[in-house]
């Protein structure tokens, strides 16, 4: 079966991924204009509590996908009928926990009255939205990952042209601005079943069975178990920062803590693109091809999210002016801080620990990191604020997360854990970047403009003039193999090997 390059696949779900992000943020910047602090924060508040209670309610059911599809012929369609029917009961569940008490509860923990408003309007929003995080995986798996461009660009297009004409047209608050986030979840619903059961044939059994079913959640409720632990982990900063500062302060800190979806827009594209085919040499024992594989994606990440990283760590003050006014140039001090986690962040270790069947170390790190975030992060909010948040994610990743990952995923590949990643590669590119970093600092200091976007854009020129060269001279292999696939891909003449 012919196959496209990896590169092009992971450039394609790194367009989705880019697509979901840029609505995002624009919605944000628009958002933190119209409303006052309170109400954005309501607004933030509100999608917290599903971003926070997604992995939980999805039990890793769509990464299930990744292991139960491949190779798979004869049930086919009943394991995708399977997964949905699992994501969608549990979906329902929490719509009606929502529904009956939930949104009172949470207005409750949260000291902000108005959330029971909005998430009564939310509460539909999961059931018809949880289903759909299984598409990535079917279109991967199956191939398709044009369709999966598409979706996610025409939907996230119409979620933003929906909360926008709400709030612009209508004068909505945050709970009209919310009652359109939930319709769009219906849009996202609709197209993302169509293209699901159009990826998938059908097959000689296409009846779920409770068997099936069982099977899915045995292989994948570790992981969404771990996927929860992590999601609560790594999110325990928005939820202590909820509890412990006012609605304002949580309306600072929120715009500035985006490390998470920046760095997953790039990561999650290429492990998904990679992770079929290290389950693939993984279970043939091939440990020293899934090694080269591991190592290619994870040089491969480095060469783009490394320099975008420089970039909005120099700019960070600018960026948040220019994106949600003056009122959040604060922003930038936990936007910086969370930056730091982009070396660590090249490429999710989780992956290895699935292709080796070993979800119960994902469970183990997962639970570790909780615990150290919840104890490390609440002293520091204390004393220092909301960037004492981000302070304490820093702190748990490094000292915690990134030395238990290298040591156990040394011993599945049954390799020294200096061999593990491109260290080198890395460790030159932030050396190059703190030094254009500074070089470009200090000649802003020196620029004549007052004008925000003339001095962001001057200073991202002048990082670039000090990073490009040596940049370019060092890995120049790399980058002339995104351009050729873009440039090949685009012209209709790539070859459809494997890269």
């Known amino acids: 079966m012919v196959t496209r390059s990896r590169t092009f696949k992971a450039l394609i779900f790194a367009s989705s991924n880019a697509a ?115 598409v990535s995986a079917v279109l991967v798996v199956q191939e398709k990952v044009q369709w999966l461009f598409l979706h996610t660009v025409v939907t996230r297009l119409s979620r933003l042209f929906l909360v926008l004409g709400v709030v612009w047209l209508c004068a909505a608050g945050p709970l009209g601005a919310v009652g359109a986030m939930t319709v769009s979840g219906g849009i996202v619903f609709a197209s993302g079943i169509y293209l699901m059961f159009r990826a998938v044939p059908r097959s000689e059994v296409s009846r779920p069975t409770l068997r099936g079913m069982s099977s899915q959640l045995k292989y994948a409720v570790p992981i969404g178990l771990a996927l929860m632990l992590e999601k609560l982990a790594m999110g325990i900063d928005q939820v202590l920062v909820s509890a412990l500062c006012s609605p304002r302060e949580f309306a600072v800190f929120v715009n500035g803590a985006m490390e998470i979806p920046f760095i997953r827009m790039i990561t999650v594209p290429a492990t998904a693109v990679v992770l079929p085919e290290l389950v693939a040499f993984y279970k043939n024992n091939q440990k020293g091809e899934a090694l080269e594989l591991w190592r290619k994606a994870a040089r491969k990440v480095s060469v783009v999210l490394l320099p975008i990283g420089g970039v909005l760590f120099v700019i960070a003050p600018e960026l948040m002016t220019l994106l949600y006014s003056s009122e959040y140039i604060e922003s930038s001090r936990p936007l910086r801080i969370y930056l730091l986690l982009l070396p660590a962040r090249l490429i999710f270790f989780g992956a290895i620990f699935q292709a080796a069947g070993r979800t119960d170390l994902i469970l183990k790190r997962a639970v570790g990191t909780l615990v150290l975030n919840t104890l490390v992060s609440y002293p520091l909010i204390y004393y220092f604020g909301i960037e004492g948040a981000a302070w304490g994610t820093v702190i748990v990743f490094w000292g915690y997360v990134i030395p238990y990952c290298i040591g156990y995923c040394s011993r599945l590949l049954e390799v020294r854990w200096f061999e593990l990643m491109p260290y080198r590669q890395v460790g030159l590119m932030i050396l190059m970047m703190i030094v254009a970093g500074v070089a470009a600092t200090a000649l802003q200091q020196l620029l004549p403009f007052e004008n925000t976007l003339i001095v962001a854009m001057t200073t991202t020129a002048m990082f670039l003039v000090f990073l490009g060269p040596p940049f370019f001279l060092l890995y120049r292999k790399d980058l002339k193999g995104y351009w050729h696939t873009v440039r090949h891909r685009l012209g209709g003449r790539g070859d459809r090997r494997a890269s």
């Open 20 to 134: 979901t992000a840029v609505v995002t943020l624009v919605i944000a910047a628009v958002l933190s204009r119209v409303f006052d602090k309170i109400d954005y924060a309501t607004y933030r508040q509100t999608l917290l509590v599903y971003q926070f209670s997604g992995p939980l309610l999805a039990l890793g059911l769509p990464a299930a996908l990744f292991y139960f599809l491949p190779g798979e012929t004869s049930r086919i369609r009943a394991v995708l009928l399977e997964n949905l029917i699992l994501l969608g009961v549990l979906g329902g569940s929490f719509s009606l926990f929502l529904v009956f008490g939930g949104n009172v509860f949470v207005a409750e923990q949260f000291s902000n009255p108005e959330l029971e408003e909005t998430l009564l309007v939310f509460a539909l929003y999961p059931v018809l939205f949880l289903p759909t995080t299984a």
